[in-house]
């Protein structure tokens, strides 16, 4: 079964220095048929102004991933860790049993825009810990490739504390791909530019969203140079 979520149904938030969509349950807004999917949490849109962002703040028992799609994201946090991240970059962060950190545009020009994606860790009680990561932008051609995933098998994949994995790939106007899911898991859609089609039946367009459950088998279409990511969930 694939539930479409579009993308202006999305809740939308405004605070001048920060414009946001929440596709879960999150802050003011309140779903109780939209709290997670499977592990995932919070999946947050968000578009920050040049030299604001969000100050010092605690987390727990939390994973937490942000990909930035354009614009410059500033990282520090109370482990020590600095760090800047673009198009390209991973940031994970596990909450654990306690962090504090802040996440800020370094920019004076440029807005920032990045998903923040918070997932349930594995299990309680983990050490708090950051990572960030750096992916080649010409493998995303055409294939999934993974950029976050449990057990990863190689330095550019973040490595997260729950059993599952984050593919982007751009493609091509007029190219397809596919993707064999395993029985009994999930799977989350999220179109960040261009327009699909999956399974032929369904099309999908910028920002528009899919939950989908005994899918084993899916075929994406780009009608245009589409960049799009897929969760692979418990």
């Known amino acids: 079964m694939i539930q479409i979520y579009p993308a202006d149904e999305r809740y939308h938030a405004t605070h001048g220095w920060l414009d946001t969509h929440f596709s879960f349950s999150f802050a003011e807004y309140f779903d109780p048929t939209n709290v997670n999917f499977g592990p995932l949490r ?11 962002g969000f100050g010092a703040h605690p987390h ?9 799609l354009s614009g410059q994201l500033k990282h520090k946090d109370s482990l020590g860790n600095e760090a800047i991240t673009t198009f390209g970059g991973i940031q ?4 654990g ?10 920019s004076a020009t440029e807005d920032v825009n990045l998903l923040q994606l918070w997932f349930l860790p594995e299990r309680r009680g983990l050490a708090p810990s950051y990572e960030k990561t750096d992916f080649d932008i010409s493998q995303l051609k055409n294939q999934w490739l993974p950029v976050v995933a449990k057990n990863p098998q190689s330095p550019n994949v973040a490595h997260i504390h729950q059993d599952l994995t ?3 790939s ?3 106007a007029g190219n397809g791909i596919i993707f064999e899911q395993e029985s009994g898991r999930r799977i989350f859609l999220f179109v960040i530019d261009g327009e699909l089609k999956v399974n032929e ?4 367009y910028k ?3 899919a939950r989908m459950a005994q899918t084993p088998q899916l075929k994406i279409a780009a009608e245009t140079d589409t960049r799009v990511m897929l969760i692979d969930l418990p």
């Open 97 to 106: 049993t306690g962090i504090v950190h802040s996440e800020v545009n370094p």
């Open 60 to 68: 727990q028992e939390m994973e937490i991933v942000s990909i930035v």
């Open 207 to 209: 920002r528009d969203s």
């Open 166 to 168: 984050i593919y982007l």
């Open 201 to 204: 039946e369904v099309n999908l």
């Open 170 to 172: 751009d493609i091509e």
């Open 42 to 52: 919070v999946l947050n849109d968000d578009v920050i102004k040049p030299l604001r």
């Open 92 to 95: 994970r962060m596990s909450a």
